[in-house]
């Protein structure tokens, strides 16, 4: 089971896009509800968003909502996090994880983390 992240530039000047994705092998993640993790040294992981396995729901952060999109292809195993209007603050290492349910996962209930992705936002 492996989770694979990737990312289209990791270093973006405030107010840029940046878009990561999370690609599934080993399993198929249209069962389960996935959801995208962030992390700065010293603090705890936060959750930024999350996607149900239809893709039909969606849930984000206060801090991230309106400027960040999540979405899913299930036909290609991938989950997307669109980042838009990106501001210093959003600067942290990105994760995608799920606990192989339907159900949002939080912090706790994880079971398998995505390698961790580095986004860096300074100009």
């Known amino acids: 089971l492996r989770f694979s992240s990737g990312v289209w530039g990791g270093l973006v000047q405030p107010g840029g896009s940046l878009r990561l994705s999370c690609a599934a092998s080993?399993?198929?993640?249209?069962?389960?509800?996935i959801g995208w993790f962030r992390q700065v040294p010293g603090k705890e992981r936060e959750g930024v968003s999350c996607?149900?396995?239809?893709?039909?729901?969606?849930v984000y952060a206060s801090s991230v909502k309106g400027r960040f999109t999540i979405s899913r292809d299930n036909a290609k195993n991938t989950v997307y996090l669109q980042m838009k209007s990106l501001k210093p603050e959003d600067t942290a290492v990105y994760y995608c994880?799920?606990?192989?349910?339907?159900?949002?996962?939080?912090?706790?209930?994880?079971?398998?983390w995505g390698e961790g992705t580095l986004v860096t936002v300074s100009s």
């Open positions: 994880a799920t606990d192989y349910t339907r159900r949002c996962p939080t912090r706790d209930s994880v079971d398998y």
């Open positions: 080993g399993f198929t993640l249209d069962r389960f509800a």
């Open positions: 996607i149900s396995s239809n893709g039909d729901s969606t």
